[in-house]
């Protein structure tokens, strides 16, 4: 989409997107001029522990006497399902909200989440230049979307900023957790400095898509931004 925001640097000289690139959601497959090419999430999920369902099936149980494990693996399979449904419409509600703020009003605990992250970050003088963008790096042939681009009107710098709302920023996960920095997800949004890269998939995520933006658009990105969306 286009550039949201009016912000003191022109941003006609970025290229947002290449040309023949296309992205068909429901797939998930990004194409460049008809070649497939390989997702920045497809490579981060490759590299991230599964939830080991059939070693949690038994605990429950147990936990539970009067349930059976193919009812929890269907509750877990229902949990993912439902995720993935409340992750789009979150997508969707955003970028509506870029587009014509107070368009729609937000109905769930995570719509009022979002809002009150961007409303933060506004107040920390980012600005949301453009969201939900597609495209594929000719160099290397993979393919990403970024949830947001934001310009920091007093630092001038560029960001990255992505969506996090599943159980890997639930606070107590991390809370004394050895090796992990404790209370790193309590905040509405949290910067990712070096140091986390080595120790969080989300901020290798987050550091290719600056990577790539950078070699692509020429936009010189140096803070990724993950926004909790949590009650």
């Not at 920390?124 to 790096?137: D, T």
Request: net charge positive; proline share 4%; charged share 25%.
């Amino acid at each position: 989409m286009a550039f949201l925001n009016p912000i003191p640097i022109d941003m006609s000289k970025f290229k947002l997107k290449n040309k023949g690139v296309t992205f068909d959601e429901n797939e998930h497959i990004y194409k460049i001029n008809g070649r497939p090419c390989i997702s920045v999430s497809s490579i981060i999920s490759k590299n991230k522990e599964e939830f080991p369902t059939e070693v949690v099936l038994p605990k429950m149980v147990k936990k539970y006497p009067d349930t059976t494990k193919e009812l929890w693996r269907t509750l877990f399979d229902t949990k993912r399902k439902r995720n993935t449904y409340l992750g789009k419409s979150l997508h969707e509600f955003a970028l509506s909200e870029f587009l014509r703020p107070g368009y729609l009003q937000p109905i769930t605990v995570q719509e009022i989440a979002l809002l009150k992250a961007i409303d933060k970050l506004e107040k920390l003088n980012w600005r949301v230049v453009s969201a939900e963008v597609f495209n594929v790096s000719e160099k290397y042939l993979l393919g990403y979307t970024y949830d947001l681009l934001l310009y920091n009107i007093v630092t001038h710098e560029f960001a990255v900023g992505d969506y996090k709302q599943n159980e890997f920023f639930t606070e107590a996960q991390y809370k004394d957790t050895k090796n992990r920095r404790p209370g790193l997800m309590k905040n509405e949004f949290t910067e990712l400095g070096f140091r986390d890269v080595t120790e969080y998939s989300v901020a290798i995520q987050l550091g290719l898509y600056s990577k790539l933006l950078k070699e692509e658009s020429g936009i010189n990105v140096t803070k990724q931004i993950a926004i909790h969306i949590s009650p």
